[in-house]
């Protein structure tokens, strides 16, 4: 990534935020690399959007210290600030052309006009809007009033671009060309990216980091590899996409593992805290599951019965319960799909050891 010559390091370091006697933001301490691109991801009403505007400047932390660079600037305002914005409504200037709208940021910085034409037409082209530089937004679609928005918050080469789900009124498709392009500029400018969505889809595919935030508290950051096969939580872990939850009893550490009881049959897993001990809850991403007539030697194994199916197209959705009543599911092609639902079958669902992880039973 070609890193840019003011990309900033961020650092938050136990950011609360209280309206009353409602804690919005608590005790927050989060690190945001040079260059990289993070994520803020969570339902709504997770703290993710009020700690985008404290890195703005737009609101004010009712504790804690933010640092830019290693310099404080908790209480510096907005307009001190090197970031950029995108807004969700995009909050462009209506009267104003795009060149207008993308110049405003740099003649408040008092540019020189040649300065200015010169950053126009430098990001009309990188947004590829050349031939739109004088119509009005409200001439533009979605997609190019967002490109416009870009356009603008890059203008100057902010440090850090803070974005609030800048796609959410774009429709399905223009969402897909609009992240292509979000992750090209992000590459191309290597300025410092803070992304905030609910969608869990978009977090994984743009980010470098993904931060998890739920009812005001920051529940795990990683890679989106990390996030979406080693949640730390039963939360993370629903929240990323479907998941298999099975009970699990007598486990006990093996060989930097640990073994335990799944429907009374012995399962392996690779990974497993060290102090994994007594019963859990196993979790196996659906797409790291098969089933089988038969059980597999070098895999874990367990009965089941498919109870419900799915047609998917290129695949069958079984929906399978245990001998115990818990439920699963898995995608199969037909042919498997037909064997399992013949009544009466029993086939096994398995997995390799080291898709399993060790959840703690409270969400």
């Known amino acids: 990534m070609q890193q840019s010559r003011r990309a900033a390091e961020l650092k938050a370091v136990g950011i609360g935020k209280s309206y009353g006697a409602f804690h919005a933001l608590k005790n927050l301490s989060l690190d945001v690399g040079r260059g990289e691109f993070l994520t803020l991801l969570g339902p709504s009403g997770s703290g993710k959007t009020t700690f985008l505007m404290i890195l703005a400047g737009f609101e004010r932390a009712s504790r804690g210290q933010l640092f830019s660079d290693g310099i404080d600037i908790t209480d510096q305002p907005a307009e001190r600030r090197s970031s950029g914005m995108v807004f969700q409504g995009y909050a462009l200037f209506p009267h104003m052309s795009v060149a207008a709208n993308i110049a405003f940021p ?9 300065e200015i034409k010169r950053r126009v037409g430098e990001m009309v082209e990188r947004v590829g809007l050349q031939g739109h530089e004088h119509k009005l937004p409200a001439k ?3 997609g190019q009033q967002q490109r416009v928005a870009l356009a603008r918050a890059l203008a100057f080469e902010p440090g850090v671009l803070l974005l609030d789900e800048p796609f959410s009124a774009l429709d399905k498709s223009l969402r897909g060309q609009m992240q292509a392009e979000m992750k090209r500029l992000h590459e191309e400018t290597g300025t410092t990216f803070v992304f905030v969505t609910h969608d869990q889809s978009e977090a994984l595919a743009l980010s470098s980091r993904v931060a998890i935030f739920n009812h005001g508290e920051l529940l795990q950051v990683g890679t989106p590899q990390e996030v979406y096969e080693r ?10 996409g479907e998941i298999n939850m099975l009970p699990l009893r007598d486990i006990r550490p093996d060989e930097g593992g640990a073994k335990g009881l799944c429907e009374d049959r012995e399962v392996a897993l690779r990974f497993a805290p060290g102090e994994a001990r007594g019963e859990a809850i196993l979790a196996v991403r659906p797409e790291h599951m098969s089933i089988a007539r038969e059980p597999a030697i070098a895999e874990n194994s367990i009965p089941v019965t498919a109870v419900s199916s799915t047609y998917l197209g290129s695949a069958v959705r079984l929906d399978l319960i245990t001998r115990s009543g818990s439920r699963a599911s898995v995608s199969v092609p037909m042919e498997a799909a037909r064997f399992a639902l013949e009544k009466g079958n029993t086939v096994w669902l398995t997995w390799p050891a080291e898709r399993g992880l060790i959840l703690p039973e409270t969400v």
């Open 106 to 114: 740099l003649r408040v910085r008092r540019k020189s006009e040649a």
């Open 231 to 240: 949640p730390g939580n039963r939360f993370v872990a629903e929240f990323l």
């Open 140 to 142: 533009l679609s979605g």
